[in-house]
């Protein structure tokens, strides 16, 4: 006796296939485009996290030397170059700062003719794109505003003071646009140069 089997080989028909693969393609591509937004996110927020750093830390190194010092000359090389001189009691040595819109802010202690970097600066990445740069950098006494105390003592704090203001563009990564701007302002007294002003009207 003879037996007749039937054995049905479902597979996937071609209007199956190509949905398939439209699925795997869509997902694979979202996934690709998931990541490459996650790794720009991470770029951009490495570049913030360094200029943070970098724009804190030579503010804090200017103060520092400004709350010693009891006079500053401020000398606008060119538009995009400034250079501030510090000077101390006591002492022929003066501490030098050299703001470059391009290469950062340098420091020249007084000991060499050199100026040297005060953090790492590298505004371009390998492909020269812009990832961050200074826009802008200004020292100035401040002013008398509205709200402000008004009398011998506070005026002669002003005078001891500066405003400090440094701007920092940050670019969109790998695009050359600015992202975000971050301003830093400091406003330092200056203990040496209050002192020495007062010591000057008394005498």
């Known amino acids: 006796m003879k037996y007749k089997f039937n054995i049905n080989q479902d597979g996937f028909t071609l209007i199956e296939s190509l949905v398939s693969m439209l699925i795997v393609s869509t997902l694979s591509f979202s996934m690709f485009f998931a990541f490459y937004q996650i790794q720009k996110n991470l770029v951009n927020e490495d570049y913030k996290s360094d200029m943070l750093n970098y724009g804190n830390r030579v503010l804090d190194d200017m103060e520092n030397e400004i709350m010693k010092s009891y006079q500053l000359i401020k000398i606008n090389q060119s538009l995009s170059n400034t250079t501030i001189e510090l000077y101390y009691k006591n002492t022929q040595i003066k501490t ?89 302002n400091r406003r330092v007294f200056s203990p040496a140069k209050y002192i020495y002003n007062i010591n000057t009207n008394n005498a």
């Open 96 to 184: 030098k700062y050299l703001v470059s819109l391009e290469n950062g802010i340098k420091k020249n202690n007084g000991t060499s003719n050199r100026y040297t970097p005060i953090d790492i600066y590298i505004p371009k990445d390998d492909e020269n794109r812009y990832k961050y740069k200074i826009t802008n950098f200004e020292i100035s006494q401040p002013t008398l505003t509205a709200g402000d105390v008004f009398s011998y003592e506070a005026n002669m704090a002003r005078y001891a003071s500066y405003q400090i203001k440094l701007e920092i563009d940050l670019y969109n990564y790998p695009n050359d646009n600015v992202l975000e701007t971050l301003e830093f």
